[in-house]
């Protein structure tokens, strides 16, 4: 009886390895999807012209707590490491109300893209994001290399993005 269980123990672990293994590994991550935008301030971009950088993706709302916590921590994150080539962009949720976004990117002066998912269709791109705050690092391949629901490990982040300058 004990054989079996250490058995089953290893195979657990087996699976689990290849598992990671196939989601960190190039073959594994998913390709951030193919999607143009316009900025508040009417910049038109597509993720695909952003290749050869890394990009940070995070969707928020207005009426989120964690998002307006997080906010301080972004506009540095941008001001650090936007002139060494990464681009944030935020996105904000459909539900918001178009006056309440620009308010708050006025009221916060938030530096970077913002973008009004007016019809969800960057929520669905991105597998259909329901919940703020939800983030998503893209690296200089066009890969999504890290999915975060909820509030970053900021050091994480900047040692990851580092990584990739």
């Known amino acids: 009886m004990k054989l079996r269980d250490i058995a089953i123990t290893a195979f657990a672990i087996l699976l689990v390895g290849l598992l990671g293994f196939l989601w960190f590994s190039p073959s594994g991550m998913q390709a951030a999807p193919q999607l143009s935008m316009t900025s508040l301030d009417g910049r038109q971009f597509s993720l695909q ?7 940070m ?16 921590h972004l506009v540095e994150l941008y001001k650090e490491y936007h002139p060494r080539g990464l681009e944030l962009i ?6 918001d109300p178009p006056e309440q976004v620009m308010e708050l990117v006025t009221l916060r002066r938030l530096p970077y893209p913002i973008v009004l998912d007016s019809k969800g269709e960057a929520a669905r ?15 200089p ?21 580092r990584g990739m300058l």
């Open 141 to 161: 391949n066009g890969q999504i290399v890290q999915q975060r629901l909820g509030e970053m490990d900021f050091d994480q982040l900047k040692a990851r993005i």
């Open 57 to 72: 993706v995070v969707f928020w709302a207005t009426t989120c707590p964690g998002c307006i916590k997080e906010m301080p």
């Open 90 to 95: 935020g996105i904000a949720m459909e539900y």
């Open 49 to 55: 012209q952003l290749r050869g950088k890394p990009v």
């Open 125 to 139: 791109a991105f597998g259909d994001v329901k919940l703020t705050p939800t983030s998503f690092l893209i690296d």
